[in-house]
Nanobody, 125 residues
Framework: QVQLVESGGGLVQAGDSLRLSCAAS????????MGWFRQAPGKERNFVAA????????FYANSVKERFTISRENAKNTVYLQMNRLKPEDTAVYYC??????????????????WGQGTQVTVSS
């Protein structure tokens, strides 16, 4: 089992930046691809970004390209999501996910094996 705990969410204004963190614990010895997803009120959960175990491959949803950056520090079992130029439409609960499959599989919709509890991001206009 892998436990994922997100942090860093909050209330910001449009144009501001936030950095989310996701700390993994438990059976972290395997090579996990990690990803971020988000769910806005009344909508389904959608892919945001994913990163391979090595960090060499990253994928982004079109809506966040050029604004969001995913990265990871394997020594700390932590993945980050740097979010710049935030927009009101970025308001959602952001979830961290992990899977032993590839980052591409997370990108194309393969359900992750592990999920965090989520952290709220609210962007006011």
């Amino acid at each position: 089992q892998v436990q994922l705990v997100e942090s860093g969410g909050g209330l910001v204004q449009a144009g501001d930046s936030l950095r989310l963190s996701c700390a993994a614990s438990g059976r972290t010895g395997s090579n996990y691809a990690m990803g971020w997803f988000r769910q806005a009120p009344g909508k389904e959960r959608n892919f945001v970004a994913a990163i391979s175990w090595s960090g060499g491959s990253t994928f982004y949803a079109n809506s966040v390209k050029e604004r969001f950056t995913i990265s990871r520090e394997n020594a700390k079992n932590t993945v980050y999501l740097q979010m710049n130029r935030l927009k009101p439409e970025d308001t959602a609960v952001y979830y961290c996910a992990a899977d032993t499959g590839s980052a591409l599989q997370l990108r194309i919709g393969s359900p992750p094996a592990y999920w965090g509890q989520g952290t709220q991001v609210t962007v006011s206009s």
